[in-house]
């Protein structure tokens, strides 16, 4: 049955790198525990200092800056454009990734995700926008302190900063009205 929950980001929990280089506050993930099992999961990671990721073998990532003077990364021995805040950039989990800080400190936002299991999309948003989306589970992050969204068969919903609207097991075309910045996720399992 579709559902729709409004994650509040002071109730995000705090779990360490597989690396042991830092933390990151989970938002929500599909299933499983720690850092095993899941299909996707979403989270905002801080980075103090350049240096090396964890590594996720049988995953995509997607990772966005949010908050910072940006970053570049060494992916596999090939350098990555300059990531500058709201700007998503797609490697693979396994590959070898070193980032170099651009400035100070950054606060990153990360989809990791099985692509054998499910396909993703995302896209970062600013201002006005109406888009419409029939995935299965649909995920709405905003990166601002009050954020406004409209979903067809739901009254509006209020976001403050870094909450995260989760639509799961939508089997039917929806509209959301969206005002401020945010991204927007939408994950489909892959057929079998």
């Not at 006005?128 to 649909?138: D, G, I």
């Not at 969204?149 to 995260?164: A, K, N």
Request: hydrophobic letters at 40%.
């Amino acid at each position: 049955m579709t559902e729709l929950t409004l994650l509040r980001a002071a109730d995000y929990p705090r779990m360490p790198w597989k690396n042991g280089g830092g933390s990151t506050e989970e938002i929500t993930r599909d299933a499983g525990e720690g850092l095993d099992g899941f299909g996707w999961r979403l989270s905002i990671a801080d980075i103090g200092e350049s240096g090396n990721f964890s590594s996720f073998a049988g995953y995509q990532r997607i990772i966005s800056v949010l908050q910072g003077d940006g970053m570049t990364l060494q992916v596999d021995g090939n350098a990555s454009r300059v990531l500058l805040p709201f700007d998503a950039f797609v490697f693979d989990g396994e590959s070898q990734v070193n980032c170099h800080l651009l400035g100070g400190p950054i606060r990153d936002f990360n989809l990791i995700y099985a692509p054998q299991r499910y396909r993703a999309r995302l896209q970062w948003f600013s201002g006005y926008s109406r888009v419409f989306t029939s995935a299965s589970t649909v995920l709405l992050f905003s990166a601002q302190a009050a954020l406004q969204m409209g979903l067809s068969g739901y009254e509006e919903q209020s976001l403050g900063l870094y909450d995260c609207l989760y639509l799961s097991d939508n089997e039917q075309l929806r509209t959301l009205d969206i005002t401020g910045r945010c991204c927007l996720i939408e994950l489909t399992p892959v057929s079998s």
